[in-house]
Structures are given as C-alpha cells and as structure tokens.
C-alpha cells in the first residue's frame, strides 16, 4: 500500500505540474493551423448533431466533440450560440483546458505501462519521461486530436497486452481489444494502421511467452513453417473479428444524417449512357446513409496515398522522403532522453525486450510509409512507447539483485531527468517548436522542419507585443500561413502577397504601406512556389535583411 500511495503521489505530481505548464503555455499562444476549424466543426455537431464537417475532412469526431462539450453547455445556458469566428479567442481556451482530459489519461496509461514491464520505479520513470517531453506538452496544450490519439493507443496497448493471452475468454481476448481499437480509430483515422501494428506484436509475444508458437523438437524448416501456421490460426481469426468490432463501433459511434451525398449524385450524373448510368442514377438518390465513418476514414486514406511535399534540412522535396522522420526524431527528441535510451541500450539491452519496444520497433520501421509528413506528431506513440520501454528497462536493472549485474547509476537518471524537466521549462510556452542543442536549438528550428514542427500559426500574440513594443502598435504588415482570425484585426495588415497581382520584381513596398512587413517562418519554409506571384515575393524577401524577428516571425522594414 506504500508503495501504491506513492505511484499516486508520484502520478499527481507530474499530472499537476505538466497541467500547469500547458495551460500557461496555452494563454500565450495563438491558435494553431487546424484549431478554428475543430471549434466551428465541434460546435456544429454539438447543434445539430450532424458530423458532416468532420467527415470531409477525415476528421474523426472523438476529441473535437469532448474539447467542444463544455463551449456547448456554456452557450445553451447563456441563450444564444457563440461565433466561432468572432468569439474564437474566448472560447478556444476552454476547448484547450479541456483537451487535458486526454493529457491526464496518456499519463496514467504511461505509468500503468511502465509498471507492468519494469515494476514500481518502471511506471514512475515512464510517467516522467512522457510527461517533460517538450513536444508532447506543446500539443497537450492544444485543442486538437494528436494527444487523444496518444492517449487512447496506449490505453489500447495496456488492456490488449493483458487480454490477449491464451486461454482467456472470447470477451476479454476479442470484445475488449475490439472496443479499444474502434475507440482509437473514433480519435484518429491513423489509429486503423498503429492499433494492427500494436495488436500483431502484442498478440504474437503473448503466444510466443505462453510456448504456442515453439515447435517440436527437431522439426524441419518446413515442420515449423507449417507448425506456425497452425498455432496462429486462431490469431488471425480473432485479428480479423477484432477489426471488424472496431470498425462497427466506428461507424456506429459517428452515425450519420441520413442524407444523399451531393458528389455521389453528381458522379452518376456524370456517367456514360448505359445500364451503368441507368442503374447508379436512382441509387446515388435513394442511398441515403450519409455522412458516414466511410467518409472520413477514406479522406484519410486518400491523403495518406497522394502525400504532398515536404520541408527538410532547408530545402523543400516535391515528395514525401523516406529520411523525414527518422531525422525528424533526432531533432525533436530531447539530448536527456536520448542519453537515457543509449545508455539502456549499453547496460540494459536485454532488458529492452519487452512488447512496448517491439511495437515501437514496427512503427519506426513503417515510417517511410508515411507520407505526410507535416510534423513529428504523427509517430508520437512511437516515441511514448519508446520512453516507457527506457523506463521499464533501467528499473528492471535496479530491482535485479544479481551480484555483478550492471545498471544505470540511479544519481545519473535523476540528473537526467532534472535536466529533461529544465528542458520543459526553459522552452516553455514553445513546446511545439522546441529542437534539441544538437541541432541548434529552438531558433534554427525554421531552417530544419516546418508545419507543426515550428510555425502552425500559433505566432500572432507574440508579433502583436513585438509591435506594441517596436512600433508604437502602428499598423503592420504580414503576410502569414495559418487560420488565427486575429491575423485581421488591427493592428495587423493582412496582404495576400501570394496572391496579389505582380507589377515588378520589387512591388512588395507597394502592396504594404507600413513601415514594416512581418513574414512568417512556415511562408518561408512550405512550398516555395504554389502560386507565381508567392514565388516572387519570396524571392524578394529571401534578398532582404530582417532587422527583427519573434519567435515565428521575421520583420522587415520597409520604408524610413
């Protein structure tokens, strides 16, 4: 019982204080790339009930809906609806505070994790290892959907792990690994590829513990081909019901308007003259199961197969490259915790074989497969399963009572860990563009990676400070990439220099009459050329001097 009450001590701590930093961090920040169009959808499908919205743009309804709920309850009792435009910047801080909920459930899956593969001090160093990483507390203090996915993969890692051994009942090794995996897909269409990643891995190590997979002794190669085939088909029948469970769920949990799709009418419209056309015409009419799980689920696939450029050590790739984010780890990850993952490797390898590392091992290797690669968010329970995986193995090292059996210095994991936290601190309220010292550090971050990397548009309270303290709050100029709808208030001059015809190759000053012209990191890092005139004025600017910037924007003065 001691020790349970200082788990709990311990989790509360890391909870309270990790808690504290994103909820402050979040009041000094902008809103994000994606964040205005989760409120608008959020609040939508709270009215009306409807996830059309969220649909087209293979956005799953989970964690818009929690971060939304409280905007709804407090619009239904003040009478009239908020505007999710106008009003953004009152109500995006309860959708912020809200997303928590998922923050606080990541961290106790970390902990439970960590304690059933390294024991107490396994769960305690996972937690905390988790809990400082800069990029995770940078997107816990968001309202967006990358810390729900987080949280409910490792909650379905956790239970399947201890469901699926042999001999367990039907409910337990298929119902409840079913009902997690669909609740993973209801927070993001990815959880579809990492909960079969997790489930194979999880599933084959409990076989492989419990001697199933072992074959005779003596047996051929063929022998223990054939032998494997066997021992695993009741696996791969209880895989495919498990994912037949989860996407029942899926589409049950996102339901549907029960309305014909307009594209649909229209592609049958657009067909030859024939039975086909003659045959789809009345159907696309009278089909009306839409908007459905469908919907969403192929935008995401559709997106992951088409892919689009991508911004890499300074220079933009057309394609997605199959470095991006093995690089991209090494950037991210703090100098701390990759000290503790080497020096596990050194001490401990052994150690380091447990299922959390083995799935961790098979998202790394599917990385190249990835091609939207717009920011490190998207291999995050990569790197939570990485952490508790470091965590499990130094403590198993201490709790070994072998003579002559080597650990991990506990005076050296404490003073990593400090030196983790201070990371915390020292970059806070910039999680989301924090790089390790190896790399430079968080200013070279804009020449590195780009997107939710650095610059998702999170940037324009900072620039209306620098401008209120620089330019007596005169009007200023940006030209910016993002959806912060306070990009249009004064004292701002938002001119859509991508956009705006060209007159020659220094009509730049005539197209912003203030004195400066803040430009922001992701304009200089996205693509360099979607449309001609943007590609001009880049030029342009890239020829100019800065005399200032912020932490995601760079000025330019433009006139005496």
């Known amino acids: 019982m001691r020790g349970r009450w200082v788990d709990a001590l311990w989790l509360l701590a890391v909870a309270v204080a990790s808690s504290a930093w994103c909820l402050t961090a979040a009041a000094q920040l902008g809103a994000t790339f994606d964040e205005p169009f989760y409120v608008k959808a959020g609040l939508v499908n709270w009215r009306t009930g409807s ?19 409280p905007v709804y309850v407090w619009e239904r009792q003040r009478g009239y609806e908020f505007d999710s435009v106008a009003e953004l910047h009152t109500v995006l801080p309860v959708c912020r505070a809200t997303n928590l909920v998922f923050w606080w459930l ?12 390294g024991g107490a001090w396994g769960g305690r160093l996972a937690v905390a290892l988790v809990a400082c990483d800069p990029n995770f507390l940078g997107h816990a203090a968001l309202a967006t959907t990358d810390t729900a996915l987080l949280a409910l993969m490792l909650a379905f890692v956790y239970h399947t792990y201890h469901c699926y051994t042999p001999g367990a009942s039907w409910k337990r090794r298929v119902l409840v690994p079913g009902l997690l995996y669909g609740l993973a897909i209801t927070a993001k269409a990815s959880a579809m590829v990492f909960g079969m990643q997790a489930l194979l891995v999880l599933g084959l190590w409990n076989l492989a513990k419990a001697g199933v997979l072992t074959p005779p002794p003596g047996s051929s190669v063929w022998r223990k081909a054939v032998h494997l085939w066997h021992a695993t088909f009741q696996f791969r029948k209880d895989v495919a019901v498990i994912g037949y469970i989860g ?28 039975d086909l056309k003659q045959k789809m015409v009345p159907i696309s009419r009278e089909l009306k199961i839409f908007t459905n799980a469908g919907e969403g689920l192929l935008q995401q696939i559709k997106h992951n197969v088409r892919g689009h450029g991508t911004y890499l050590l300074g220079e933009w790739h057309p394609r ?14 703090p100098l701390p915790a990759i000290a503790l993952l080497l020096a596990a490797l050194v001490v401990h390898p052994r150690r380091l074989l447990v299922p959390t590392a083995g799935v961790a091992l098979l998202l790394f290797a599917f990385t190249p497969n990835c091609r939207v690669q717009i920011g490190i968010r998207f291999v995050f329970v990569l790197m939570a399963l990485a952490y508790i995986s470091v965590g499990a193995a130094i403590a198993r090292g201490w709790t070994d009572q072998r003579a002559g059996v080597r650990v991990v ?40 990676l780009h997107d939710s990397n650095y610059d998702w548009g999170q940037g324009i309270p900072e620039l ?13 100029a ?3 990439y993002g959806t912060d709808p306070d990009v249009a208030r004064p004292p701002f001059v938002w001119v859509q220099l991508s956009h705006l015809p060209v007159r020659d190759a220094d009509d730049v000053p005539h197209h912003c009459p203030t004195k400066y012209l ?20 880049l030029e342009w600017v890239r020829a100019q001097t800065p005399v200032a910037r912020t932490t995601h924007f760079f000025i330019y003065q433009l006139r005496d």
């Open 51 to 69: 996830n059309k919205l969220m649909m087209r743009a293979g956005t799953m309804p989970l964690p818009v809906q929690v971060q939304t709920l």
């Open 106 to 117: 990541t961290l106790v899956y970390a902990m439970r994790l960590g304690r059933t593969f």
């Open 320 to 333: 997605a490259t199959p470095v991006y984010f093995p690089l991209a780890l090494s950037m991210k990850v």
């Open 409 to 448: 210095p506990r005076w050296l994991v404490g003073a990593l860990l400090a030196v983790l936290a201070g990371t915390a601190a020292w970059v806070w309220p910039h999680g989301l563009s924090y790089f390790n010292q190896a790399w430079g550090g968080m200013p070279a971050g804009n020449t590195l």
């Open 464 to 476: 209306r400070a620098w401008n209120a303290a620089h330019n007596s709050g005169e009007p200023l």
């Open 518 to 537: 803040a430009v922001s990191a992701a304009i200089l890092s996205n693509n360099p050329a979607p449309t001609p005139p943007h590609k001009a004025r």
């Open 247 to 274: 996407f029942v769920f899926v589409f049950a949990y996102c339901g549907s308007d029960w309305g014909a799709e307009p594209t649909f009418i229209k592609w049958a419209d657009t067909l030859p003259d024939g």
């Open 478 to 480: 940006i030209w910016y």
